[in-house]
C-alpha cells in the first residue's frame, strides 16, 4: 500500500529543521512544530518517539481545545478504552491526561508532569448553600424594578441587571423609556418566570451553582441572547462539570453550539474523544463531526482545528479506511488545514483512501495535489493511480524521474519494480532491499515468484529473512500458505496462531477467511496436546527464544483457557520483546482485566505504567501490590522499573536485593530464569563476578539460555576470551533467534571474524545497530572517512537511529564537515532532546562553526 505518513526525501534534514524551528519559535508554536513531527515520524512506526512527541505537545499546549484533542490522543495511544471498569472521564492522576486540567487555559511547563489536583475538593459544598430565606431577603430588601412575565412580577435591583451586559445598561441607564419606568414587560420575548428569577438571583450573587441543570441551560441561553458575558462565563463553566459520559453529550452539546459556550463543548468533546474508537461508530456522534456545516459549528464555538480533525481521521483509517466517515473527516481536515504540511498530509491521505476504494482518478488529483504541496513522496501514489487505470509506462516514466532527481531510497526502486517487467523487476527489488531491508513487499514477491517456479522450500527461506526480525501479519500469512503448500501443517497452524495474536480480527485469503475458520480446518491434521503438553513445549519454545512458537502456543492454551491473566501477561511479555508495542498493550488490558485478585492487577498496571514511560508511577503501583502480598511478579516489576536509570552503588544494590527476593517466591522456571538472568547482571554491574557466574550457571540450569550471553561476560572479564567464544557459540547452536548473540560474540574474537559475525548479525537482523557503528569506526581508524561515513548512511537511511546520528556527526566533525555535523546533531536531539553525548558534540561543532565565519 501506499503510506498514508509524511514520508520526506530528506528525513534527516527534515528532522534537523524541526529542531532548529522548536529552539526559536515563540511557545505558543511549538505544540503544532510537536505535532508536525509526530506526522514525520508516524512512517517510523517508533511507539516510544510517537508518544515523546505527543507529550511534548500537550506539555506547551496553552488552550482549552488543543489540551483537550492531545490529551485524549495520548490515553488512546495507551488503548485505555479496552480496559474493563475505566471511564472516559477517569483520571489518571497526571496533568498531562486530567480531564478537569486541559478544561484550565495556559500551561505552568515548571508542573506540567506533576500530579494533577482531582482528588481535593476546592470548595466545600456547604458553602456554595444559600438558604431561600436569605434570598427572599435579599430581594425584599434591594428591590427597585420589576420584569413583569405574563401575571408574574419578579423584583430586582437595577443597577445589579444594568451590569450583566452592555444592552441592559444601555436599556436601563441610558435614553430608552425603560430607564423611567420601574416595570418592564417581559411577557413577548419567550423567557419564563423561573428564568427572570434565575436572571435575578445571578444578577445579585454573581453564582449559577445554585440551580438546576435546566435553568442553567436557560441561563446561558439568555445571556448569550443579550450579551451577557460574565453570565455566560458561569454558565459555561458550571455546565461543563456536568458532562461525563456519552448521554449527557448528546443532550448538551447541541446547547453549548448554539451558545457557542466554548468550555461546555470543549467538555462534550472530550468525553467524544476519550469514548474513542467506539463513538465513531454512533451516528449521532458522527453528525457532530463529519458535514461541513459541522465544522462551521465547532468553529463558532472554538473547537475545529487541524488537530482535532487529524485525530478523528486517523482513529477513522484505523477503523476502516474505505468508508465514508472517514473520507468525510478527512475533506474537514483538508478544510482546517493552513500550514502547507497539514495540506500535504490531508491530500495525501485522502489520495490513499480513495486508492484504496479504487477511485483511481479521484485519487490522482489528490496525490497530485499533495505533490504541488511538496511532498514528493506523493508521486508514488499518482504512479499507482496511473498504473491502475491502464497507464503503466506512464507511471513507470515517473517514478525514472524520481529515482533520478533525487537521493535514491528504497521505496522509490519497490514502486517502480511494480510498472517493471522480468529481470528488471527483480533487480529493482533487490536494489529496494538493499537501500531499504525493513520493506516488506520485495521479499513477498520474491518469495512468491520462487514458490510459482515450485521452488517452495526456498520461497519460505525468502519470507523468512524479514520475519525474524520484523514480524508483520501479511508475512506470516503468506509463510502458513507456503507451509500448507507443502503440507507442514504445524508450521502453518503457528504461523496463524502467532498472526492472530499480532491482530486478533485477520482475514485471510484476500478478505474471505478468518484466521479462526483456517485454524479449525488444519486442527483435523494436527495431533493436538493437553494444556500440560503446551506448558513443556512453551518452556522449550520460550528456552530456544522461539518467540512465535511462544506466541503460537500461549495461542492455543488461551482457546481452552481465554481468562487465564497469567498467559495474557506472558503473551504481552514476548510482544514487547519483539517491538510489537499495540499489540502487547492490548495483552497487558487484558490481563488486567482478567486478574483475580488486586495484588496481581496492579502488577498489570504497574507493567502498563512503566511501557508508557510512567517509571514512577510503576514503581508505586509495584510496591502496593507488595504490600498486599510478596510476590515474584510485584518485585521483579519494581527491580526492573529501577534498574531503567542510571544507578548509583547504593541504587544497584537495592536491585539486587529486590531480584533476590524475587527468586525466593514461588515462580515457574520461564520468569525465575529471567531474574537470575538480570540478577547475574546487576552483579557484573557491581563487579561480583562469581555471584553472576553462580546466577548464570543456575538459569541454565533451568533452561534460560540467554545465560550464556552473561556467563560469556563474566570470562571475558576474567580475560578468558576462549572460553567468552565458546560460551556465546553455544547460545547461537541453541538460539532460534540469534542475531544479538553473532553480535555479541564478535567481541571476543579476533577483527576478521569479528567482522564475519557483525555481518551475520547484520543479515539476520537489519535493525541493530551496533553492527553498523563498529564497522565504521574501523573504516574511520583506516583513515577511509568517506567510507565510514556511507556505512552509518545506510543504515540511516531506513533507521535514523540516535546513537549513529551521534556518531556520523563526530565523524563529520573530525574531517571539518561541520554543517552536516550540526545537521546531524540536530535531527538526533530532534529524536532524543536530552541526549548528552550529542548536545556536548553540538554545542562544540557550533562554538567551531562560529569561530569560523569570525
Given at each position: 500500500?501506499?503510506?498514508?505518513?509524511?514520508?520526506?526525501?530528506?528525513?534527516?534534514?527534515?528532522?534537523?529543521?524541526?529542531?532548529?524551528?522548536?529552539?526559536?519559535?515563540?511557545?505558543?508554536?511549538?505544540?503544532?512544530?510537536?505535532?508536525?513531527?509526530?506526522?514525520?515520524l508516524s512512517s517510523l512506526g517508533d511507539p516510544k518517539l510517537l508518544r515523546r512527541c505527543l507529550r511534548a505537545a500537550r506539555q506547551h499546549a496553552f488552550d482549552v481545545h488543543s489540551k483537550v484533542v492531545l490529551s485524549a490522543l495520548l490515553r488512546y495511544e495507551r488503548r485505555e478504552d479496552e480496559h474493563d471498569g475505566v471511564s472516559p472521564m477517569d483520571c489518571s492522576s497526571f496533568i498531562l491526561e486530567c480531564p478537569k486540567a486541559t478544561l484550565e487555559s495556559g500551561?505552568?511547563?515548571?508542573?506540567?508532569?506533576?500530579?494533577?489536583?482531582?482528588?481535593?475538593?476546592?470548595?466545600?459544598?456547604?458553602?456554595?448553600?444559600?438558604?431561600?430565606?436569605?434570598?427572599?431577603?435579599?430581594?425584599?430588601?434591594?428591590?427597585?424594578?420589576?420584569?413583569?412575565?405574563?401575571?408574574?412580577?419578579?423584583?430586582?435591583?437595577?443597577?445589579?441587571?444594568?451590569?450583566?451586559?452592555?444592552?441592559?445598561?444601555?436599556?436601563?441607564?441610558?435614553?430608552?423609556?425603560?430607564?423611567?419606568?420601574?416595570?418592564?414587560?417581559?411577557?413577548?420575548?419567550?423567557?419564563?418566570?423561573?428564568?427572570?428569577?434565575?436572571?435575578?438571583?445571578?444578577?445579585?450573587?454573581?453564582?449559577?451553582?445554585?440551580?438546576?441543570?435546566?435553568?442553567?441551560?436557560?441561563?446561558?441561553?439568555?445571556?448569550?441572547?443579550?450579551?451577557?458575558?460574565?453570565?455566560?462565563?458561569?454558565?459555561?463553566?458550571?455546565?461543563?462539570?456536568?458532562?461525563?459520559?456519552?448521554?449527557?453529550?448528546?443532550?448538551?452539546?447541541?446547547?453549548?453550539?448554539?451558545?457557542?459556550?466554548?468550555?461546555?463543548?470543549?467538555?462534550?468533546?472530550?468525553?467524544?474523544?476519550?469514548?474513542?474508537?467506539?463513538?465513531?461508530?454512533?451516528?449521532?456522534?458522527?453528525?457532530?463531526?463529519?458535514?461541513?456545516?459541522?465544522?462551521?459549528?465547532?468553529?463558532?464555538?472554538?473547537?475545529?482545528?487541524?488537530?482535532?480533525?487529524?485525530?478523528?481521521?486517523?482513529?477513522?483509517?484505523?477503523?476502516?479506511?474505505?468508508?465514508?466517515?472517514?473520507?468525510?473527516?478527512?475533506?474537514?481536515?483538508?478544510?482546517?488545514?493552513?500550514?502547507?504540511?497539514?495540506?500535504?498530509?490531508?491530500?495525501?491521505?485522502?489520495?490513499c483512501v480513495w486508492l484504496e476504494r479504487l477511485e483511481y482518478k479521484s485519487a490522482q488529483c489528490y496525490f497530485e495535489a499533495a505533490t504541488e504541496a511538496g511532498h514528493v513522496y506523493s508521486l508514488a501514489g499518482i504512479a499507482r493511480s496511473r498504473y491502475k487505470q491502464g497507464e503503466q509506462h506512464s507511471a513507470y516514466k515517473l517514478m525514472n524521474t524520481l529515482i533520478s532527481e533525487y537521493k535514491a531510497v528504497g521505496w522509490m526502486y519497490q514502486e517502480r519494480s511494480?510498472?517493471?517487467?522480468?529481470?528488471?523487476?527483480?533487480?529493482?527489488?533487490?536494489?529496494?532491499?538493499?537501500?531499504?531491508?525493513?520493506?516488506?513487499?520485495?521479499?513477498?514477491?520474491r518469495a512468491v515468484s520462487k514458490a510459482e517456479k515450485k521452488q517452495t522450500k526456498d520461497a519460505i527461506s525468502e519470507i523468512d529473512r524479514i520475519i525474524q526480525f520484523k514480524l508483520a501479519p501479511d508475512c506470516l500469512e503468506l509463510r502458513a500458505w507456503l507451509f500448507i503448500a507443502i503440507e507442514d501443517y504445524g508450521s502453518a497452524l503457528r504461523d496463524i496462531r502467532a498472526m492472530l495474536t499480532l491482530e486478533p480480527s485477520y482475514k485471510m485469503f484476500n478478505v474471505?477467511?478468518?484466521?479462526?475458520?483456517?485454524?479449525?480446518?488444519?486442527?483435523?491434521?494436527?495431533?493436538?496436546?493437553?494444556?500440560?503438553?503446551?506448558?513443556?513445549?512453551?518452556?522449550?519454545?520460550?528456552?530456544?527464544?522461539?518467540?512465535?512458537?511462544?506466541?503460537?502456543?500461549?495461542?492455543?492454551?488461551?482457546?481452552?483457557?481465554?481468562?487465564?491473566?497469567?498467559?495474557?501477561?506472558?503473551?504481552?511479555?514476548?510482544?514487547?520483546?519483539?517491538?510489537?508495542?499495540?499489540?502487547?498493550?492490548?495483552?497487558?488490558?487484558?490481563?488486567?482485566?482478567?486478574?483475580?485478585?488486586?495484588?496481581?492487577?496492579?502488577?498489570?498496571?504497574?507493567?502498563?505504567?512503566?511501557?508508557?514511560?510512567?517509571?514512577?508511577?510503576?514503581?508505586?503501583?509495584?510496591?502496593?501490590?507488595?504490600?498486599?502480598?510478596?510476590?515474584?511478579?510485584?518485585?521483579?516489576?519494581?527491580?526492573?522499573?529501577?534498574?531503567?536509570?542510571?544507578?548509583?552503588?547504593?541504587?544497584?544494590?537495592?536491585?539486587?536485593?529486590?531480584?533476590?527476593?524475587?527468586?525466593?517466591?514461588?515462580?515457574?522456571?520461564?520468569?525465575?530464569?529471567?531474574?537470575?538472568?538480570?540478577?547475574?547482571?546487576?552483579?557484573?554491574?557491581?563487579?561480583?563476578?562469581?555471584?553472576?557466574?553462580?546466577?548464570?550457571?543456575?538459569?541454565?540450569?533451568?533452561?534460560?539460555?540467554?545465560?550464556?550471553?552473561?556467563?560469556?561476560?563474566?570470562?571475558?572479564?576474567?580475560?578468558?576470551?576462549?572460553?567468552?567464544?565458546?560460551?556465546?557459540?553455544?547460545?547461537?547452536?541453541?538460539?532460534?533467534?540469534?542475531?544479538?548473540?553473532?553480535?555479541?560474540?564478535?567481541?571476543?574474537?579476533?577483527?576478521?571474524?569479528?567482522?564475519?559475525?557483525?555481518?551475520?548479525?547484520?543479515?539476520?537482523?537489519?535493525?541493530?545497530?551496533?553492527?553498523?557503528?563498529?564497522?565504521?569506526?574501523?573504516?574511520?581508524?583506516?583513515?577511509?572517512?568517506?567510507?565510514?561515513?556511507?556505512?552509518?548512511?545506510?543504515?540511516?537511511?531506513?533507521?535514523?537511529?540516535?546513537?549513529?546520528?551521534?556518531?556520523?556527526?563526530?565523524?563529520?566533525?573530525?574531517?571539518?564537515?561541520?554543517?552536516?555535523?550540526?545537521?546531524?546533531?540536530?535531527?538526533?536531539?530532534?529524536?532524543?532532546?536530552?541526549?548528552?553525548?550529542?548536545?556536548?558534540?553540538?554545542?562544540?561543532?557550533?562554538?567551531?562553526?562560529?569561530?569560523?565565519?569570525?
Amino acid at each position: 500500500t501506499i503510506e498514508p505518513h509524511l514520508k520526506p526525501i530528506q528525513l534527516v534534514e527534515t528532522l534537523a529543521d524541526l529542531y532548529r524551528r522548536l529552539g526559536t519559535c515563540l511557545e505558543s508554536e511549538k505544540s503544532l512544530i510537536c505535532i508536525e513531527q509526530y506526522s514525520i515520524l508516524s512512517s517510523l512506526g517508533d511507539p516510544k518517539l510517537l508518544r515523546r512527541c505527543l507529550r511534548a505537545a500537550r506539555q506547551h499546549a496553552f488552550d482549552v481545545h488543543s489540551k483537550v484533542v492531545l490529551s485524549a490522543l495520548l490515553r488512546y495511544e495507551r488503548r485505555e478504552d479496552e480496559h474493563d471498569g475505566v471511564s472516559p472521564m477517569d483520571c489518571s492522576s497526571f496533568i498531562l491526561e486530567c480531564p478537569k486540567a486541559t478544561l484550565e487555559s495556559g500551561c505552568d511547563l515548571n508542573s506540567i508532569y506533576d500530579h494533577c489536583k482531582c482528588y481535593q475538593e476546592c470548595t466545600n459544598s456547604a458553602d456554595a448553600q444559600i438558604s431561600k430565606e436569605d434570598e427572599l431577603l435579599t430581594l425584599e430588601e434591594d428591590s427597585d424594578i420589576s420584569f413583569c412575565v405574563g401575571n408574574e412580577e419578579i423584583d430586582c435591583v437595577r443597577s445589579k441587571i444594568a451590569a450583566l451586559s452592555t444592552p441592559f445598561k444601555a436599556m436601563l441607564c441610558g435614553s430608552f423609556i425603560e430607564s423611567k419606568r420601574s416595570k418592564i414587560d417581559f411577557s413577548q420575548n419567550g423567557i419564563s418566570v423561573e428564568l427572570m428569577k434565575a436572571v435575578d438571583l445571578y444578577s445579585r450573587t454573581k453564582r449559577v451553582d445554585m440551580f438546576s441543570p435546566k435553568i442553567v441551560l436557560e441561563l446561558l441561553s439568555f445571556a448569550e441572547r443579550f450579551c451577557c458575558e460574565e453570565m455566560k462565563s458561569a454558565c459555561d463553566i458550571h455546565l461543563a462539570t456536568f458532562v461525563n459520559c456519552m448521554e449527557d453529550v448528546l443532550v448538551l452539546i447541541e446547547y453549548g453550539l448554539e451558545a457557542r459556550a466554548n468550555v461546555l463543548v470543549a467538555s462534550c468533546l472530550q468525553v467524544l474523544l476519550r469514548e474513542l474508537p467506539s463513538s465513531l461508530h454512533s451516528p449521532k456522534v458522527m453528525r457532530i463531526f463529519c458535514s461541513s456545516e459541522a465544522r462551521e459549528r465547532l468553529a463558532s464555538a472554538g473547537h475545529a482545528s487541524f488537530l482535532l480533525y487529524y485525530f478523528l481521521s486517523q482513529v477513522a483509517m484505523e477503523e476502516d479506511k474505505v468508508s465514508n466517515t472517514t473520507v468525510m473527516l478527512l475533506e474537514r481536515l483538508k478544510e482546517c488545514a493552513t500550514l502547507k504540511w497539514q495540506k500535504a498530509l490531508a491530500l495525501h491521505q485522502l489520495g490513499c483512501v480513495w486508492l484504496e476504494r479504487l477511485e483511481y482518478k479521484s485519487a490522482q488529483c489528490y496525490f497530485e495535489a499533495a505533490t504541488e504541496a511538496g511532498h514528493v513522496y506523493s508521486l508514488a501514489g499518482i504512479a499507482r493511480s496511473r498504473y491502475k487505470q491502464g497507464e503503466q509506462h506512464s507511471a513507470y516514466k515517473l517514478m525514472n524521474t524520481l529515482i533520478s532527481e533525487y537521493k535514491a531510497v528504497g521505496w522509490m526502486y519497490q514502486e517502480r519494480s511494480l510498472y517493471n517487467t522480468g529481470e528488471n523487476k527483480i533487480a529493482d527489488l533487490n536494489t529496494a532491499t538493499e537501500l531499504d531491508p525493513t520493506l516488506s513487499f520485495p521479499y513477498k514477491y520474491r518469495a512468491v515468484s520462487k514458490a510459482e517456479k515450485k521452488q517452495t522450500k526456498d520461497a519460505i527461506s525468502e519470507i523468512d529473512r524479514i520475519i525474524q526480525f520484523k514480524l508483520a501479519p501479511d508475512c506470516l500469512e503468506l509463510r502458513a500458505w507456503l507451509f500448507i503448500a507443502i503440507e507442514d501443517y504445524g508450521s502453518a497452524l503457528r504461523d496463524i496462531r502467532a498472526m492472530l495474536t499480532l491482530e486478533p480480527s485477520y482475514k485471510m485469503f484476500n478478505v474471505r477467511l478468518s484466521g479462526d475458520d483456517l485454524i479449525d480446518l488444519l486442527n483435523h491434521k494436527v495431533q493436538q496436546g493437553s494444556q500440560a503438553d503446551c506448558w513443556l513445549q512453551l518452556c522449550d519454545q520460550w528456552s530456544s527464544i522461539d518467540d512465535i512458537g511462544s506466541l503460537a502456543i500461549i495461542h492455543q492454551m488461551l482457546v481452552n483457557d481465554p481468562w487465564k491473566s497469567l498467559l495474557r501477561f506472558r503473551q504481552s511479555l514476548l510482544l514487547l520483546r519483539l517491538n510489537c508495542k499495540k499489540a502487547a498493550m492490548r495483552c497487558l488490558q487484558l490481563a488486567c482485566n482478567l486478574s483475580s485478585s488486586e495484588h496481581e492487577k496492579l502488577i498489570y498496571e504497574g507493567w502498563i505504567l512503566y511501557v508508557t514511560g510512567h517509571r514512577e508511577e510503576a514503581l508505586a503501583k509495584a510496591e502496593k501490590s507488595i504490600l498486599i502480598q510478596r510476590s515474584f511478579e510485584a518485585f521483579f516489576l519494581k527491580a526492573y522499573t529501577l534498574s531503567d536509570s542510571n544507578l548509583d552503588p547504593e541504587s544497584s544494590s537495592y536491585v539486587i536485593e529486590l531480584l533476590e527476593e524475587a527468586i525466593r517466591c514461588p515462580s515457574d522456571g520461564l520468569r525465575k530464569g529471567q531474574a537470575l538472568n538480570n540478577l547475574g547482571s546487576k552483579y557484573v554491574a557491581s563487579g561480583k563476578l562469581d555471584q553472576a557466574a553462580n546466577c548464570y550457571m543456575n538459569a541454565l540450569d533451568i533452561k534460560h539460555i540467554k545465560a550464556h550471553q552473561g556467563l560469556a561476560r563474566v570470562y571475558s572479564l576474567r580475560n578468558q576470551q576462549k572460553a567468552a567464544y565458546a560460551e556465546l557459540s553455544k547460545l547461537i547452536e541453541k538460539a532460534h533467534n540469534n542475531a544479538s548473540a553473532y553480535e555479541n560474540r564478535s567481541e571476543y574474537c579476533d577483527s576478521e571474524m569479528a567482522k564475519n559475525d557483525l555481518n551475520m548479525a547484520t543479515e539476520l537482523d537489519p535493525l541493530r545497530t551496533y553492527p553498523y557503528s563498529y564497522r565504521a569506526a574501523v573504516l574511520m581508524d583506516d583513515q577511509k572517512e568517506t567510507e565510514a561515513i556511507e556505512e552509518l548512511s545506510k543504515a540511516i537511511a531506513f533507521k535514523p537511529d540516535v546513537q549513529m546520528l551521534h556518531l556520523r556527526a563526530a565523524f563529520y566533525e573530525s574531517i571539518g564537515n561541520l554543517n552536516s555535523a550540526l545537521c546531524d546533531c540536530e535531527a538526533a536531539l530532534c529524536l532524543e532532546p536530552d541526549h548528552i553525548d550529542t548536545l556536548d558534540l553540538y554545542n562544540r561543532a557550533r562554538d567551531q562553526a562560529i569561530h569560523a565565519q569570525q
